[in-house]
Nanobody, 129 residues
Framework: QFQLVESGGGVVQPGGSLRLSCDIS????????IGWFRQAPGKEREGVAC??????TIAYADSVKGRFTISKTKNTVDLQMNSLKPEDTAVYYC????????????????????????WGQGTQVTVSS
């Protein structure tokens, strides 16, 4: 039994930075990858970034490449968000996959929410002047 818990959300001006953290300490379920997803009002949930359990394989959505960086420690999966835009405003969720997304296919399928089965409660990110 383990709950993924996101933290670090808040309000920031356009061009600013924010760092989100997903606590995975003590996680005992089998999994291959951790992903960050977001959902803006009235829009579908979309994949932002994902990282393999080893930390060796990473994938990003085109919309955040060059601005966001995902990283993994023993206890957390972090998302550093720079050069934030108003369109980045959303609730951000971390999730674990269902032990399917091995490193050979993570870059192809890792941003699709159908492969994730355990979700945190989300943290709000608001980018506004």
């Amino acid at each position: 039994q383990f709950q993924l818990v996101e933290s670090g959300g808040g309000v920031v001006q356009p061009g600013g930075s924010l760092r989100l953290s997903c606590d995975i300490s003590g996680f005992t379920r089998g999994y291959y990858a951790i992903g960050w997803f977001r959902q803006a009002p009235g829009k579908e949930r979309e994949g932002v970034a994902c990282i393999s359990k080893s930390g060796n394989t990473i994938a990003y959505a085109d919309s955040v490449k060059g601005r966001f960086t995902i990283s993994k420690t023993k206890n957390t999966v972090d998302l550093q968000m720079n050069s934030l835009k108003p369109e980045d405003t959303a609730v951000y969720y971390c999730a674990s996959d269902s032990a399917v997304l091995d490193e050979t296919i993570l870059r192809t399928y890792g941003l699709q929410q159908q492969y994730y089965d355990y979700w945190g409660q989300g943290t709000q990110v608001t980018v506004s002047s």
